[in-house]
T-cell receptor
Framework: DTGVSQDPRHKITKRGQNVTFRCDPI?????LYWYRQTLGQGPEFLTYFQNEAQLEKSRLLSDRFSAERPKGSFSTLEIQRTEQGDSAMYLC???WGRGHSEQYFGPGTRLTVT | QQQVKQSPQSLIVQKGGIPIINCAYENTAFDYFPWYQQFPGKGPALLIAIRPDVSEKKEGRFTISFNKSAKQFSLHIMDSQPGDSATYFCAAFSGSRLTFGEGTQLTVNP
């Protein structure tokens, strides 16, 4: 499988707990993105890495959220002190080439905060 | 602030029909316009995309029409099939991010 992979696919957690998600991009892609998608809505941009550098963060990414891409390969997204409003699908995408345009998405991690 | 407006919210057609989904944008900095298809529980899959210097692009049964002056673009699905039943999202790219429309839930009846 040469696509974007995400782990876990589903996560149920209690409010106040910390959670961490992992994304493995397509191997030759140097750009990696995180998006959040709530039910019935389109994905919303959270943050973007070029290699290991985090170059842009959305205002949606509160200080409880942190993302890393330590070696320019896989990335992790951590949410601290989860809230019920954090319940969503967290999507990772990657891209390569002349533009950031052709972004390929993974299957997502569905987070439910109870 | 919704920067990409998509309509309709839902659409039902018969097999063989040609569903049309429309999107409009305001930000003239957008320079790439992809369409994604999403099935329940799956991530969005890139279908087809267009740049603003082109007025139409066809890939298989999917066609994008682009009107730069009106800041509108649309997706046409020719000879639609029940397997095309999914949610479709238009998007627009600027800088480093994609901005998505709210999605259209398409149902193709047999």
């Amino acid at each position: 499988d040469t696509g974007v992979s995400q782990d876990p696919r589903h996560k149920i957690t209690k409010r106040g707990q910390n959670v961490t998600f992992r994304c493995d991009p397509i191997s030759e892609h140097n750009r990696l993105y995180w998006y959040r998608q709530t039910l019935g809505q389109g994905p919303e941009f959270l943050t973007y890495f070029q290699n290991e550098a985090q170059l842009e963060k959305s205002r949606l990414l509160s200080d409880r959220f942190s993302a890393e891409r330590p070696k320019g390969s896989f990335s992790t997204l951590e949410i601290q002190r989860t809230e019920q409003g954090d319940s969503a699908m967290y999507l990772c995408a990657s891209s390569w080439g002349r533009g950031h345009s052709e972004q390929y998405f993974g299957p997502g991690t569905r987070l439910t905060v109870t | 602030q919704q920067q990409v407006k998509q309509s309709p919210q839902s659409l039902i057609v018969q097999k063989g029909g040609i569903p049309i989904i429309n999107c409009a944008y305001e930000n003239t900095a957008f320079d790439y316009f992809p369409w994604y298809q999403q099935f329940p529980g799956k991530g969005p899959a890139l279908l087809i995309a267009i740049r603003p210097d082109v007025s139409e692009k066809k890939e298989g049964r999917f066609t994008i029409s682009f009107n730069k002056s009106a800041k509108q673009f649309s997706l046409h699905i020719m000879d639609s099939q029940p397997g095309d039943s999914a949610t479709y999202f238009c998007a627009a790219f600027s800088g480093s991010r994609l901005t998505f429309g709210e999605g259209t839930q398409l149902t193709v009846n047999p």
